[in-house]
């Protein structure tokens, strides 16, 4: 079986998300006070959890990317991984994390399974680490980086989101930082995925910018055969480092798009700026079958959309904020 649309693509990456919770307050994600997390009761059990996953993979999906929230948050992220592992044909496994609890659990999940992971850096430094995310943390997601990269989750994989006026003038920064590590930088451009709306168009730093001000510093040669990857790579000097943009906004990529995400209360979502979701979890504890559940999931691609909409007039923003989705 493929998990395929209305428009030919096929769908083989889910982004299952473990939690809404999370261990920063992030200017561009949440506001300082949090935002009401979702009720315990609609959370998916562990149970719940890797039964969509095995019907998931027995209708097409590869690749299983755990997000939150932080997924580190959730107290059996390591059994989580372990139970994905186990599915036959085993996907890939990966994770998106900021960083702070990986370097207690860096070797406890590449045993379990894990192969890779995103770790969130928009800084270098504590202040601004600080000013970003309200909390003096930016040593222990170093720390966690190294334990990532000592643990063998190879690639080790940097998403660096820029915002005006604040660390805009850091990309260099980060890229020599990256490549003093070999670690894998990508630039993402800012979405409208905010708590509190705040996001605005003039004041997003775009991809042409980001391309500008590292090509002052460095050469970049485009990489051929991005495929369905978001990233748009480039070789930095000639390599082998690399540096990948994202240009989510100002050049989208969904004509290429093989995600499906399952938020933490069981909700399948077809595309990030979904306005409708396809709930798992009520019919899964009303008693359906598994084919039952596998019809969920093509019915939902069917009405995926061509694309996500930014640019078009009528554009809304999802109700839930990134947390509360799943990256």
Known sequence: MTLTDRFGRVHRDLRISLTDHCNLRCTYCMPAEGVPWLPRTTLLTPEELMRIVRIAVGEGIEEVRLTGGEPLLRPDCVDVV???????????????????????????LK?????????????????????????????????????????????????????RGINDDEAPDLVAFAMDHSYELRFIEQMPLDAGHTWRRDAMVTAAETMARLSEYFTLTPLPG??????????????????????????PFCGACDRLRLTADGQLRNCLFATEESDLRTPMRGGVSDEELAGIFHRCLLRKLPGHGINDPGFLQPQRPMNAIGG
């Open 111 to 163: 045993r379990a399974g894990l192969a890779r992971v995103n770790v969130s850096l928009d800084t270098l430094k504590p202040d601004r680490f600080h000013q970003l995310t309200r909390r003096n943390r930016l040593a222990d997601v170093l720390t966690g980086i190294a334990a990532a990269d000592a643990a063998g989750l190879h690639p080790v994989k940097l998403n660096a989101l820029q915002l």
């Open 82 to 108: 372990a139970a994905i592992a186990s599915v036959e044909p085993r996907p890939e496994i990966s994770i998106t994390t900021n960083g702070i609890g990986l370097a207690r659990l860096a070797e406890p």
């Open 226 to 251: 991005r495929g369905a990857a978001p990233a748009e790579r480039f070789l930095v000097d000639g390599g082998p480092a690399t540096v990948g943009i994202i240009a989510s906004v100002t050049a």
